[in-house]
């Protein structure tokens, strides 16, 4: 009867409220990106959505390097002023490296491209920059607004970057523009315009907040130096995460076919939504919540147990039906070519689950300042994925090159968690100590 209580309490409380408006914005936002690649699967072949998430990979890679990972830091800053300096240190360093990828990617394509480099595959090189400008500061505003718990801002520019990135991807992939310049690069650049609008819509609600204008140089420079953990550990550790998460795009690829490509990022992709669903919305919730209650010496080992026993409830049924019925649902959602993406289901669902849980507490090595033992489980990782690609490319076998990919994953993303529940029960028990 007691236990009941507490989880009608738990399902009551302001914490689960701010959630539900997250998830919903992410819900429906993955629910739109869900039903554009309903659509986009039959519009586009395996081979393109293959190069898409080539393209992509590059973009996931550019933008953790073009913020040094200083958006984090707005959350745990000191107060507003130091918070909006942060923020605006990232933005800047944003702006640079953009500006410098416009320059560099030109020259780039001239002194590498091949015979082969067609038209298409130039032009979508050139939307690298503005993807990775409008991604970057896209995590910046993000970074304030979840400061300043603004959810329902968040989720609304989530929503309207899905809407217009489906709308224009479909649009691109209609029929009749099949042999034209547009749809060859529509997926990319359906992204970047959709991705522009989300930016668009979190610039308009800046306006809305009081943020402290007049943020001098000498403050940027205090910033940079009292949050230089960011750029030391968290921006490495997240680059090497993002490297060897992407390294099937980014060096598989070059040896193997891009149809075979294209099925595993479609399997990739689906069974990342439901996760990213969960995690972008609680892991905010739970960095801003157990950052206050640290900065004031605050237990935090019952919210962090709650949240991993309901979470992994909700989803365990959902990922067994999913590791025996992958293959039938995909087949039955996006069309007979796509039946090959099972195999790949079945190798990625173990390594999801067990991130659903750990990808949401990463936020804990930034809360208690551990990013440097962190940053020794992301190089444990990249060597194991490293080993699972030349594995994969001197026996010519793609699927075992992804299986060890998987597995790979799975173990670091077990003992993160293992290391997660260890830091808060060591803090559990200081605090305890000074009662």
């Known amino acids: 009867m007691n236990t009941q209580k507490k989880a009608r309490e738990y399902l009551q409380s302001k914490f689960v409220k701010d959630g539900v408006a997250l998830i919903s914005g992410n819900v429906w936002a993955q629910a739109i990106a869900f039903a554009s690649y309903l659509i986009v699967a039959r519009l586009f072949k395996p081979e393109e959505i293959g190069l898409y998430n080539i393209f992509y990979s590059y973009i996931e890679v550019l933008t953790i390097v073009s913020t040094l990972k200083y958006e984090m830091a707005t959350v745990i800053a000191r107060d507003d002023r130091e ?15 953009s500006l410098i990828l416009v320059t560099v990617i030109p020259l780039g ?33 993000a970074s304030i607004y979840n400061r300043y718990k603004n959810f329902r801002e968040i989720a609304l520019s989530e929503v309207v970057g899905s809407s217009s990135g489906f709308l224009l991807k479909v649009l691109f992939g209609l029929p009749h523009l099949a ?24 610039l308009i609600g800046l306006k809305k907040l009081s943020l402290p204008r007049d943020i001098s140089r000498k403050e940027l420079k205090e910033s940079a130096k009292r949050f230089k953990n960011f750029p030391l550990y968290t921006m490495p550790k997240e680059l090497i995460n993002s490297l060897s998460y992407n390294l099937p795009f980014i060096w598989l690829a070059l040896y193997f076919d891009k149809a075979e490509v294209g099925l595993f990022a479609l399997a990739l992709t689906f069974t990342f939504r439901p996760v990213n669903i969960f995690n972008n919305a609680f892991e905010k919730l739970l960095y801003v919540r157990t950052a206050e209650k640290v900065r004031n010496r605050m237990p935090i080992g019952a919210d962090i147990k709650r949240f991993v026993l309901y979470i992994n409830a909700l989803a365990l049924p959902l990922f067994v039906v999913a ?29 999801v689950y067990i991130m659903l849980t750990s990808t949401s507490l990463m936020f804990l090595s930034n809360v208690f300042s551990r990013q440097r033992a962190e940053f020794c489980f992301y190089i444990v990782l990249l060597l194991m994925r490293i080993a699972s690609m030349i594995i994969g490319i001197m026996s010519g076998d793609f699927k075992l090159a992804i299986l060890l990919f998987a597995m790979s994953g799975a173990v670091i993303s077990l003992s993160l968690l293992v290391w997660f529940i260890k830091l808060v029960t060591k803090y559990e028990a200081a605090i305890a100590e000074e009662k």
Request: hydrophobic letters at 50%.
């Open 179 to 202: 042999s034209t310049l547009l749809h060859g690069i529509g997926l990319p650049l359906g992204t970047v315009l959709g991705k522009g609008a989300a930016n668009f819509n979190y």
């Open 323 to 351: 590791f025996f019925f992958g293959d039938n649902i995909f087949s039955f959602l996006f069309g007979e070519r796509w039946s090959g993406c099972g195999y790949y289901i079945r190798c990625l669902l173990p390594w």
């Open 109 to 141: 394509n001239i002194v590498f491209g091949d015979a082969d480099f067609s038209k298409h595959s130039f032009i979508i090189t050139m939307l690298i920059p503005p993807m990775v400008f409008f991604c970057g500061t896209t995590r910046v505003y």
């Open 83 to 97: 918070a909006i300096s942060v923020s605006r240190l990232a933005l800047r360093l944003n702006t640079i490296v």
